[in-house]
C-alpha cells in the first residue's frame, strides 16, 4: 500500500509543479496579449486558482520529503526512545488536525457544489471545480500524516527524516536555512 502512496503523492508533487509552470504561461501569455493590445480578462482568476492548486497539491510531497519547516531543536536533545515518543505524539496531533482540516474543507467545496455557488470574478464557472484541488491536497496531505504516523508506530524513523539525511549525506544542505 505504501509503494502506491508514495506514487500518488510524486503524481500530486508533479502536478504542482505542472501548475506552476502553467501559471508562468498565463502570465506570459497575459503579458503579450497586453502588449498586443487584446483583453486579457479573467487571467488573473485563472492564475489565483492555479496558485492555490499548486500549493495544495505540493502539501503531502513537501511533507513526504521533509521540506516543511521543522524545529528539531528540542528533538535532537533528546534519547532515541524520548523521541520516538515525541515523533509520535506531534505526528498524533497532526494527523487529526490535517483530518479535521480535510474534512472541513471537503465539506464547504460539497456546500459550494449543493449551492450552486458560481465564481464571483470575469470567469464565471461553478466555484467547486477549482475548490476541488483544495479538498483533494488537503486529503492527501492527511493520508500521508497518518501513514507517517502509522510508519512511525511500528517502530520505523520518518521518512521526511530520512530524506533529509539522505540529502545531507550527499552534501546538499540547500533547506538549511
Known amino acids: 500500500m505504501r509503494p502506491l502512496l ?3 503523492i510524486d503524481a500530486a508533487g508533479a502536478l504542482a509543479g505542472a501548475f506552476v509552470f502553467a501559471i508562468f504561461f498565463v502570465m506570459l501569455a497575459a503579458t503579450v496579449m497586453r502588449t498586443l493590445g487584446m483583453r486579457t480578462g479573467g487571467t488573473d482568476d485563472v492564475v489565483s486558482w492555479m496558485t ?3 500549493a495544495f497539491f505540493g502539501l503531502a ?3 513526504r520529503h521533509g521540506d516543511f519547516v ?3 531543536l528540542l528533538l535532537e536533545s533528546l534519547g532515541p526512545r524520548w ?4 515523533e509520535l505524539v506531534s505526528l498524533a496531533i497532526a494527523t487529526l488536525f490535517t483530518g ?3 474534512w472541513s474543507i471537503t465539506l464547504y467545496v460539497m456546500d459550494s457544489r449543493t449551492f450552486g455557488d458560481m ?3 470575469l470567469v464565471v464557472i461553478p466555484i467547486w471545480i477549482p475548490q476541488s484541488s483544495l479538498a483533494i491536497g488537503s486529503f492527501l496531505l492527511f493520508v500521508a500524516v497518518a501513514d507517517q504516523f502509522v510508519h512511525v508506530l511500528r517502530g520505523n524513523r520518518p521518512d521526511y527524516v530520512v530524506a533529509v539525511e539522505e540529502r545531507h549525506a550527499r552534501g546538499d544542505f540547500s533547506d538549511d536555512v
Not at 83 to 86: K, P
Open 6 to 8: 508514495t506514487r500518488v
Open 70 to 72: 521543522r524545529v528539531t
Open 61 to 63: 510531497h513537501t511533507f
Open 119 to 121: 465564481a464571483g470574478g
Open 52 to 54: 492555490a492548486a499548486a
Open 100 to 102: 479535521y482540516i480535510a
Open 83 to 86: 523521541r520516538h515518543v515525541f
